[in-house]
């Protein structure tokens, strides 16, 4: 765009240097690290004891139990997000205005976020507890349910209430940075509109849309590869179970590295999976990208 | 209060006369609100109304309303059981300067990428790219490096880490921010032969007051609630954080679901208190109108 | 800290002297700060240890030399003996004066901590807790310190025979040399709700096939009113399904590997356990694939429940008035009995934990001197009549006045005799990676995604695998 001169360029170089010098450390590292893990015979405790080229990978292509934690965790993301998305965002929409009713709820909708996990598994525990759960005492109590249901104990709901809980701590997430997506659009258009005498729907559809779509879209992004990692959660409601319904590719990847410290070929399925995901992102990139040059500022 | 759906607030919008098609919007706007914070609300209710039952009612009823009376020696026991105050401490300290740094770092980075197209599309990508790994395995590398730095159990480690978590997250949407920026706003300024920096500084951040103050909410509260690399990296009260701390109420009775409960309540506090505070500039932040 | 600590004490040994002059000032002080505690904590059940605690401690004790003043270790510890350890840290900081830091574990994560600690030289604990199946993968790691020197060193002192046989070995020995101190003795009993058996006609059962039907007859008459018959922990978890699975297993009198070392774990007697408790399933609380410690210790302590296997310490917990609608309503009988020639009643260790050293503790002596310290019998009666987490290790502790007034002469027994007679879970080195492929089986066989003799078939193929048979 411009040309740069030299003192420019000196400071652009500074302002950079920062983040990637920190993510080399620790990121590239770590990932030579598991690299290198997955290609040898590795132990939690004797870590390249030999090396075995893609037997790691060949291994985990054939292991189905490591395939279908791949196909869970994108059922899992990928129904996560989407509901995430649209509940964030649209309550977002909707409190977006100053009130001191709105403001009110906008401070409530973060809560949720700002809980421990380990205290959310303990308390949705007790709502999904076959005996004693609040849910089962309520849906009971209304009729809905003829008698109490095991929701962690099935294979399908199981995996539908862990990710009621997901749902449930990270709507807020995309919630408050949609917050400040709708809160950094400028002004000129819609006044431009309201001079046109365009009324509220067409201006959410040709202007708020269109303006909020990339920052809504860089805000799923980040929050399906977060969905993608999921692991505690699973771990402290159903570890994995009943069967294997539960079992995300993480989840298997912990068991494999510290239960059974295979960290070789833990190492392996974490490469698979970061491939995979990497695939996955910069096809979303792309897509973003498409978006912020179509409708973007 | 306006009535405006699905806009930003303009500034005092002359009031129009209510009509019934907006009074029915109006009223199924609010009832919408309504059921997503009942469902954001009742779980947090119901462990408020735990920590206030006895171990024996909390598994006998799961009723919102403590029926027994209320028992006050969960909120006791869990101040008594384990050092939360101690554990909040290592956790404000780390979440604190975790978000510090992260933003720090991302800020400038960030603002070269938008304005200057700096390492192409390569680098931004690269950094997503950080994101993605699962930080299950990374973990043990991570770990032996912590310790060759002499920066296992130390507060200051697990903040840096929780840095290199977040940076990505910060970095891209920082950028999403910034790209709103209408250009012409910045290159009067450097006109007036401010540095870069001095751009930032003096324009950007203001500009994008609420972008950066979500941002640095998310950045505090993923670092309050992270536990894998809390748990593999710190030992002692040292450095221990929160989520660790209230993991300890798994006792030799089981999970103490009352304890928990307070726990876990007392520890939203100090963040729910600087969300609070840090929140109003999320909407009101700047009317981009009176900057030009 | 603790660095701080012991350079601390390098550096300022000319202060010594004026530690030793303190030392002998603080007694009265400390004994002050206990009093309050004291007050404090009386209406509280969990910590009524500490009262009986001040009275035992004499303050003379306290003005006598002590040999490790100043000094320090780490010793990790699992979540549920957290009250227990640092109670045994306690009594040793009085009697030793030094400086003992309990550091607490997830127990789910505690062998990798430990694995990690050593691996990447850290070296930051010194007494490690083990969960005695890890035993031989501990070792293969490098992760303990070999302590079959020191066991013969100190044989009078730590009488050795004193242990309850069935897991002295077990919980110690790997390939001839010995690792570590039995610790909490674990075993399940069958525990029962009298009130609910007698108001549905049935008897304690002495077979499965009588416990299916037992659970049967109360959860069909009960379940309207929210009443099953039995609780059956089913959860994805290998210390939680795999008790629940060998209990079984031993009742048919089947085991893991045959003389040779050969894996027979898709036996008939293994696929008939499997199967049974797959029948077994649709009568218990439900669902068993969701059912872990705490939805069973709910279920039983609120009189919803007929019957559950759990560790002999349910007992204490149902005598407990605020964790139990059922006190002096509930006993216990042994495991039951499966069918076919093997059949026997056969506890499992299910658990069970024991404690080493790292062999890079940076204060082996004080560590060895605090497992001595742990070892003593005294010493196990003393902490297990506090409610801590723990059960005994020693015959002695289960013949202890004391103990059995603690938990009640007939559960002493009970549990004594349930220990005595008891089917160790495997140690080897190569057991984690075995346990995990039978516990995902099991967990299919649960779901019924696949067949008892599919599941036990396939556990078979892949632990001949792993074993490279």
Redesign the interface.
Known sequence: MHTLHRRTRREILWMVAPAVLTLIVFSLYPLVYSIAMSLSDSQLARPFRAFVAFKNYTDAVADALFRGSILLTFVYAFGVTAIETALGFGLALLLNRESRASRFARTLGLLPFITPPVAIAAIWRLIYDPSSGMLNHYLVRAGILEQNVAFLGIPGLAMASVMLVDVWQWTPFVFLLSLAVLASLPHEPYEAAAVDGANTWQQFVHITLPLCLPGVLIIAILRLIGAMKVFDLVFMLTSGGPGASTQVASFYIYKTAFQQFKTGYASAMTIILIIVLTILVTLLTVLYRKAQQRYGL | ??D???????RRRPPRPLHPMRTAMRAL?WV??GL??A???I??I??VT?SLK???E???????IPSEGIFW?NWE?AFRNVPLPNYLLNSLVVGVLSTAMTL???L??S???VR????G?F?P??????????????S??????M?AVGL??RPFGLA??H??AN???A???LM??M??I?TEIEEAAQMDGS???GVLLRIVIPL?L??L???A??CL?LS??E??FA??LT??L?SQT??IG??????????Q?GE??A??LT??VP??VL??FF??Y????L???GVK | MRLHNRSFMTLSGALAAALLLSACAAPAATSAVQEVEVTRQVEVTREVEVVREVVVTPTPEAVAPKPFEGQSINVLTIQPHAVATRALARWFEEETGARVQVLVVPYANVTEKTILDVTSGAGEYDVVEIWYPMLGKLVESGALEDLTQWWEENKAALQFDDFVPSIADPYTLIDGKRWALPYDGDTHLLFYNRELLDKYGVKPPTTWAEYREACKTITEQGKSEGIYGCAIMGAKVPIILLSTFINRLQGYGAGFFDQDGKPTINSPEAVAALQELVDQLPHALPDPKAVAFDEALGGFTTGKVGMVEFWTDLGQMSDNPEQSKIMGKWGAVPMPKGEGPNAASRPALNAGFALGISPLAQNKPLAYEFLKFVGRPDINVRVNTIVGGLDPTRKSTFDAEAYRKHVTPELADAAKAALSGAFAWPTNAKWPELQDVLTENVAEALAGTKTPQQALDDTQAKWLEILGQ
């Not at chain 2, 405006?4 to 303009?10: C, E, G, N, T, V």
């Open positions: 209060m306006t405006q759906a699905f806009a930003p607030p303009l706007r919408t609100v997503l914070l469902f954001t609300l779980p947090l119901f462990m735990t006895s171990p024996i909390i598994r006998i009823s799961g009723s919102l020696v026991r720090l770092i991302a400038p980075a603002y070269a990428f200057f197209r700096a390492g599309r680098l990508s690269w950094i997503l790219g950080t994101y993605v790994a699962p930080p299950i395995v990374i043990v590398p991570v770990f032996m490096l310790r296992v159990d840096l880490l840095m290199v940076l990505p997250v970095t891209w949407m999403d921010f790209r709103t209408p540095s870069h920096c994008i609420p972008g103050v979500a941002t909410i998310i509260i309050w609630n536990f894998l748990l593999i030992y002692s040292r929160f989520p209230i993991s300890e109420f798994q006792g030799e009775h089981g999970l679901f928990i409960s726990a876990a520890g939203i963040v729910y969300a609070l929140q109003r999320l909407i009101h932040g009317t981009r109108g």
